[in-house]
């Protein structure tokens, strides 16, 4: 079964320093997103992409973060100037068409700890 | 802010149906409901989604009542494997972001 791979699976930055989540979504897929989990709360909406550009995104996401699909495979997140609180597990989805027709397919994740 | 209401945690014995009920009350017409579940830090896992009609795959059923206000998914033969939190999920705006609550803790009891 296709997946939404995530590399690296644990990061570990010290703050103030710039760090780059990579995905690589599903082949055939359109709609691509990025969500966090802090420890022991709840799953957050961070930010959408299609047609090469941001089509939602949320109130944690400002200008600390961007996203990039640099080669038409890769599906990236930057966190500029990182801070303790954006240590998070962070989970990229990726889904192939309108969503009534298709869920998203999360992808495992990875965990960034900023010390 | 959710649009569903579910129950904190559920237990369930290994082998017998589990039954996770969801409310939203406040769905429209043409808004679809979600499952998907999270296996302690692992990535949501989908497991079903449907509009009015019952629908049924290999994970899981999902029967949405006739005024489409509440939803249960069902596991017929729960496992071990089956303990994580679940969600049931209502997209908003238009189906573009998934806002995930609390969800139901389910623990499957050998």
């Known amino acids: 079964e296709p997946e939404v791979t995530q590399t690296p699976s644990h990061q570990v930055t010290q703050m103030g320093q710039e760090v780059i989540l990579r995905c690589v979504p599903i082949?055939?897929?359109?709609?691509f997103y990025w969500y966090r989990q802090i420890l022991g709360q709840k799953v957050e909406f961070l930010v959408s992409f299609y047609n090469n550009e941001i089509s939602e995104k949320s109130e944690i996401f400002d200008d600390q973060f961007s996203v990039e699909r640099p080669d038409g495979s890769n599906f990236t997140l930057k966190i500029r100037s990182t801070k303790l609180e954006d240590s998070a597990m962070y989970f990229c989805?990726?889904?192939?068409?309108?969503?009534?027709?298709?869920?998203?397919?999360f992808g495992s994740g990875t965990r960034l700890t900023v010390v | 802010d959710a649009k569903t209401t579910q129950p904190t945690s559920m237990d369930c014995a290994e082998g017998r149906a589990a039954n996770l009920p969801c409310n939203h009350s406040t769905i429209s017409g043409n808004e679809y409901v979600y499952w998907y579940r999270q296996i302690h830090s692992q990535g949501p896992q989908y497991i079903i989604h449907?509009?009015?009609n019952n629908e049924t795959n290999e994970m899981a059923s999902l029967i949405i009542t006739e005024d489409r206000k509440s939803s249960t998914l069902i596991l017929p033969h729960a496992t071990l494997r089956d303990t994580a939190v679940y969600y049931c999920?209502?997209?908003?705006?238009?189906?573009?972001?998934?806002?995930f609550g609390t969800g139901t803790s389910l623990t499957v009891i050998p």
């Open positions: 082949s055939n897929h359109l709609y």
């Open positions: 999920i209502v997209p908003i705006r238009a189906g573009n972001q998934f806002y």
């Open positions: 989805a990726s889904r192939a068409g309108v969503l009534r027709d298709y869920g998203y397919t």
């Open positions: 449907g509009l009015k």
